[in-house]
C-alpha cells in the first residue's frame, strides 16, 4: 500500500510518501489513520484532528468508510484551497 | 474533449480563447475566468502544491460534468502550480457554446467545483519570512452546493 | 471607471485584460465573455446598426448599475457595429473584482442587460442576396428580468 | 423636434432623420406616432404596428405617455437586438 501525504500533513508527517503493509484489520480509511498515527510522534500529530484530514483512496475522494486493499494508492490531505 | 493543463508556465488567454473557436462558426460566445493571486494581508508570495495524476483526472471530470449539464464547443482549464507572486495569474477557465448562458454558467460551475473538488492546496508567504497554509472556506463550499 | 467603446475594429480580449489588472494587486479575478457571430440558417454577413450617442450613454448606464451592485476594480465594454462574418466577435464584456463571484455574476449581469438595453440592432445578410433583421427573443427579456 | 428612425423603421420610412414642428396638440410619444403616421405612405407602414416600435426621447427609452417638446430628440426603432 502507497501512502501519500500533501500540504500540511506532508510537513508533520515529515515524509511526502511511504509504502507500507498495515495488518488484515485494517480495512477502509478510518482504521488506516487510526494505525498510522501509531507510527510516530509525527504521524501521530498530523492525524490528531481527523475532521481536518481528506482522504483520496486510487485518486479518487474518499469517506472513513471507503475500503482499502494492499494495492491502493492513499493520500491523506488538507481540505483543497485551489482556484 | 476539454483541455486540461496543470503547469508552472503562465497561460495565454488570447491563444487559448483562441484555439476554442479556430475554424468554427457555431459558436455564439466564449466565457473565461481568470484566478490572480491577491496581496492580501501582506502576502509576498502564493505557492501551490498539487497531486500529479489526480489532479488532472479531477479536472477532467469536473470537465466532463460541465459538458454533460450545458452544450459546450469546447473547454479549457489550466491551473498553475509552484511559486505565484501577486498579480500572477492562478487558473484560467474558458467555455464555448452556441449560447451565452451555457457559456457562462459553466464558466462560473467549473470555476466554483474547483475550488472544492480538485486536490490543490495554496501556501502564502509573508515579507517576514513566515509562511500560512491557507485554510477551506465555508463559502467555498456553499458555492459549490448550489449547482 | 468602465471602459465603454463601440467600434467597427476588432477588440483584443488579451490587451483588454491586462489593462484592467496592470499595476494592481488587489484583483482575485477577471471574468470575461466574447459574443461571436454564428453562422445559423445560412447567414454569410451580420450588419450592426446603432443609434450614436445614446448607445455609448446606455453602455455607460449598465456599466454604472453593475458597479452598484457589485464592488468591482473595472469593467469593460466593448461592442462592435458594421458588417461582421461568422466566427467574427462581436461584444466584449470584462470584469473585475477582489472576488470570483462579483466578477462572474456582474459579467452575466452585463452581456444580459445589453441584450435588452443598449440600441443596436442586427440584419442578416444570406448567400442569396436577401437580408431580414434579426427579431428580439423572448428568452433576452426573460434573461434581463432576473436581475 | 428632431426625429431619427433606426433599423426597418428607417426602412420602412425612406428617411433616416428629419426635422419636424408638430402642431401643439401632439404632446406625447403615442400622439407623435400618430401625427407622424399620417405623413406619408411610408410613415403609416412604418408605424403600422405600434406595439412592434420602440422610442426614445433625448437618447432615453421612453413609453407611449412620455411627454415630447419642441427641443427634443426622438428616435423610433424595433426592439433591441445588440450583444
Sequence with gaps: MRILYFAWVRQKVGIAEEVLSPPA???????LVQWLSARSPGHAEAFAQPRQIRAAVNQEFAQPDSPVAANDEIAFFPPVTGG | MPRISVQEAIFDLAAESAALSAGRDDIGGIASFVGICRADDGITAMVLEHYPGMTEKALAG?????????????????HRVGRLEPGAPIVLVLTASAHRSAALESCAFLIDWLKTGA?????????DGTTRWVEARAEDEAATSRW
Design chain 2, 119 to 127: 486536490p490543490f492546496w495554496k501556501r502564502e508567504e509573508f515579507a
Design chain 2, 62 to 78: 469536473i470537465a466532463a460534468e460541465a459538458e454533460r449539464r450545458w452544450p459546450l464547443t469546447g473547454c479549457t482549464i489550466i
Design chain 1, 25 to 31: 484489520e485494517v480495512r477502509d480509511v478510518a482504521g
